[in-house]
């Protein structure tokens, strides 16, 4: 019994790991498309972002935090970075839920 139990275990965090690789891999191929995008572009297709602010640099951080609730473990945060022209230049995201 503890060997069949220890096996489904394994199976069971092999497919979550490879599911994980495989939604990092879409999400980031996502992201990669709006480099270079212009702010209204963004927002046009995204919708209203959950936060934004700026930084010292000029540059503004656009953010996406999609959480079901407050104490969720399934998230999805997104930024993403403009330059001073309103121009997306890179991104950067963190999460178990990014399925874009």
């Known amino acids: 019994m503890k060997t069949i139990l220890l096996l489904f275990t394994l199976i069971f965090s092999n497919q979550a790991f ?6 990092g891999k879409k999400i980031e191929e996502t992201l990669k498309t709006w480099v270079g ?3 209204a572009q963004l927002i046009q297709s ?3 972002p ?6 010292l640099n000029g540059d503004t951080v656009l953010q996406y935090d999609d959480r079901t609730n407050v104490t969720s473990v399934w998230y999805c945060k997104i930024d993403f970075i403009l330059d001073n022209k ?3 230049k890179s991104w950067r995201w963190e999460g ?5």
Do not use: F, M, P, Y
């Open 50 to 55: 959950t936060s934004s602010h700026k930084l």
């Open 96 to 100: 178990n839920n990014c399925d874009r």
């Open 46 to 48: 995204w919708g209203t």
């Open 37 to 39: 995008s212009t702010e």
């Open 86 to 88: 309103g121009i997306v």
């Open 18 to 23: 490879s599911q994980a690789l495989q939604t």
